[in-house]
């Protein structure tokens, strides 16, 4: 009887134990969720300049075993557009900055900005441009991927529809279009010198590349821009192309992110931005990018830590798929450590607790047949008591606990009882 009160007892505690085990999984499952292994960035036009780069990004995320889903939209606006929305499936955005910002969208955080964009503007014809109001009666095509921030720019300066045609086409229809005389000047969208919108045109002697003499009142006027200089001679210095230093006005590429996202995919997306922009280039410096500040919204902490710090220990060693998993495991080994310490302190005593509680148990139960032994009694009742006492007697030999001082009295006492049982049943049967 005692051994299988003690076996229940032990199969509650386990079952007590797994059911906490199990909950803390389940908790820890919710606050701590796995890593999703996909991710969809929207990227603009197709063939745009964000096209590229995502390309880049998704083989530098294909070696981490995270794939990365490219979704063409109708421009920057489009995508922003499809970033706030929950049920777009759009997880990240390539924006050009001042398209907007954390106000307008308190739901999105920046990864930092990733690299400076030119705005080329090109144009061709013996008249020396150094001033967009010099645009008025011309042919002008804008790339539709940077009207939303070279309109402004042209009517502060006066162009419009009205003195000038403006037509609105991609880069490489506007590029053809320049070389073949059926346009006056192109915005081309923003990219690297070595684009392949950028490239042909430098090398046109046709074409020139606007020195655009206004740039520091642009960049004051409009503080998502700066002020870049592409250096004389830098595109080719046997021919000095560009002949002159050259001024260009420049959009901030951004990656922003849902608030939601979770934390290993801006580690990884972080340190992807890392490894692709952060060498030095025609126009910054190296370590120049990604920035850990970014004007327009807040960076995510994920993001900045990394910056700051590098990777965690975890990241540095583990799959990110297996971190969360890691981060678990620690979290309910943590917590093991924090149950099991007190456990080991405390158990001792209350499981001395308990076996003398057993005792104190057995020994009322012997000081009742030790009672009923004063009162006259039958040969059958004599017999009832011994059967008692032989229980009483196993139940306290099965228990560990036998060098405390209430075992051996215990055991004296259950000795003399019987030898007292013996006796009266000895004396009834005579």
């Given at each position: 009887?005692?051994?299988?009160?003690?076996?229940?007892?032990?199969?509650?505690?386990?079952?007590?134990?797994?059911?906490?085990?199990?909950?803390?999984?389940?908790?820890?499952?919710?606050?701590?969720?796995?890593?999703?292994?996909?991710?969809?960035?929207?990227?603009?036009?197709?063939?745009?300049?964000?096209?590229?780069?995502?390309?880049?990004?998704?083989?530098?995320?294909?070696?981490?075993?995270?794939?990365?889903?490219?979704?063409?939209?109708?421009?920057?606006?489009?995508?922003?557009?499809?970033?706030?929305?929950?049920?777009?499936?759009?997880?990240?955005?390539?924006?050009?900055?001042?398209?907007?910002?954390?106000?307008?969208?308190?739901?999105?955080?920046?990864?930092?900005?990733?690299?400076?964009?030119?705005?080329?503007?090109?144009?061709?014809?013996?008249?020396?441009?150094?001033?967009?109001?010099?645009?008025?009666?011309?042919?002008?095509?804008?790339?539709?991927?940077?009207?939303?921030?070279?309109?402004?720019?042209?009517?502060?300066?006066?162009?419009?529809?009205?003195?000038?045609?403006?037509?609105?086409?991609?880069?490489?229809?506007?590029?053809?279009?320049?070389?073949?005389?059926?346009?006056?000047?192109?915005?081309?969208?923003?990219?690297?010198?070595?684009?392949?919108?950028?490239?042909?045109?430098?090398?046109?002697?046709?074409?020139?590349?606007?020195?655009?003499?206004?740039?520091?009142?642009?960049?004051?006027?409009?503080?998502?821009?700066?002020?870049?200089?592409?250096?004389?001679?830098?595109?080719?210095?046997?021919?000095?192309?560009?002949?002159?230093?050259?001024?260009?006005?420049?959009?901030?590429?951004?990656v922003v992110v849902r608030k939601e996202m979770h934390p290993e995919l801006i580690y990884l997306l972080a340190r992807t931005l890392q490894e692709v922009h952060g060498n030095a280039g025609v126009f910054q410096k190296a370590g120049e990018f990604p920035t850990k500040t970014d004007p327009e919204f807040p960076v995510a902490d994920v993001a900045l830590d990394f910056y700051r710090s590098g990777p965690s220990l975890?990241?540095?060693?583990?799959?990110?798929?297996?971190?969360?998993?890691?981060?678990?495991?620690?979290?309910?080994?943590?917590?093991?450590?924090?149950?099991?310490?007190?456990?080991?302190?405390?158990?001792?005593?209350?499981?001395?607790?308990?076996?003398?509680?057993?005792?104190?148990?057995?020994?009322?139960?012997?000081?009742?047949?030790?009672?009923?032994?004063?009162?006259?009694?039958?040969?059958?009742?004599?017999?009832?008591?011994?059967?008692?006492?032989?229980?009483?007697?196993?139940?306290?030999?099965?228990?560990?606990?036998?060098?405390?001082?209430?075992?051996?009295?215990?055991?004296?006492?259950?000795?003399?009882?019987?030898?007292?049982?013996?006796?009266?049943?000895?004396?009834?049967?005579?």
């Amino acid at each position: 009887m005692g051994i299988w009160t003690q076996n229940k007892y032990v199969l509650r505690v386990l079952v007590a134990i797994l059911g906490l085990v199990a909950s803390v999984w389940l908790a820890l499952w919710y606050f701590i969720p796995a890593a999703p292994t996909t991710l969809t960035m929207a990227v603009g036009f197709k063939g745009g300049a964000f096209d590229h780069i995502a390309e880049r990004y998704r083989e530098r995320l294909a070696s981490h075993g995270l794939a990365l889903n490219v979704r063409y939209t109708e421009g920057v606006s489009d995508s922003v557009k499809l970033l706030n929305d929950p049920d777009s499936g759009i997880d990240a955005a390539l924006l050009f900055a001042g398209v907007t910002n954390g106000a307008s969208a308190p739901n999105l955080v920046s990864l930092g900005r990733i690299n400076y964009a030119p705005h080329w503007i090109f144009y061709r014809g013996a008249e020396q441009i150094d001033r967009l109001t010099q645009l008025k009666g011309k042919r002008v095509i804008i790339n539709p991927a940077v009207r939303g921030v070279i309109s402004p720019l042209l009517s502060l300066h006066g162009v419009n529809a009205v003195n000038t045609t403006i037509q609105v086409s991609p880069g490489v229809v506007a590029s053809k279009a320049l070389v073949n005389g059926q346009a006056d000047v192109v915005f081309l969208p923003p990219q690297e010198m070595n684009g392949p919108e950028v490239l042909p045109l430098l090398g046109n002697p046709d074409i020139q590349l606007l020195n655009v003499a206004q740039a520091d009142a642009l960049v004051r006027l409009f503080p998502a821009l700066s002020r870049l200089v592409l250096p004389q001679g830098l595109v080719d210095l046997e021919k000095n192309i560009p002949s002159t230093d050259v001024n260009l006005i420049a959009s901030a590429n951004v990656v922003v992110v849902r608030k939601e996202m979770h934390p290993e995919l801006i580690y990884l997306l972080a340190r992807t931005l890392q490894e692709v922009h952060g060498n030095a280039g025609v126009f910054q410096k190296a370590g120049e990018f990604p920035t850990k500040t970014d004007p327009e919204f807040p960076v995510a902490d994920v993001a900045l830590d990394f910056y700051r710090s590098g990777p965690s220990l975890l990241q540095r060693y583990l799959p990110f798929w297996t971190i969360s998993y890691a981060k678990r495991a620690a979290a309910i080994l943590v917590a093991a450590i924090a149950i099991v310490i007190p456990l080991l302190t405390y158990t001792p005593r209350l499981y001395a607790w308990f076996l003398k509680l057993r005792l104190a148990k057995l020994y009322q139960r012997l000081r009742i047949v030790d009672a009923r032994i004063k009162a006259g009694l039958t040969v059958d009742q004599v017999t009832a008591l011994q059967i008692d006492l032989e229980d009483i007697d196993r139940a306290a030999n099965v228990l560990p606990m036998r060098h405390s001082d209430l075992f051996f009295a215990l055991l004296m006492h259950i000795r003399f009882t019987r030898t007292e049982l013996v006796t009266r049943l000895a004396a009834l049967r005579g």
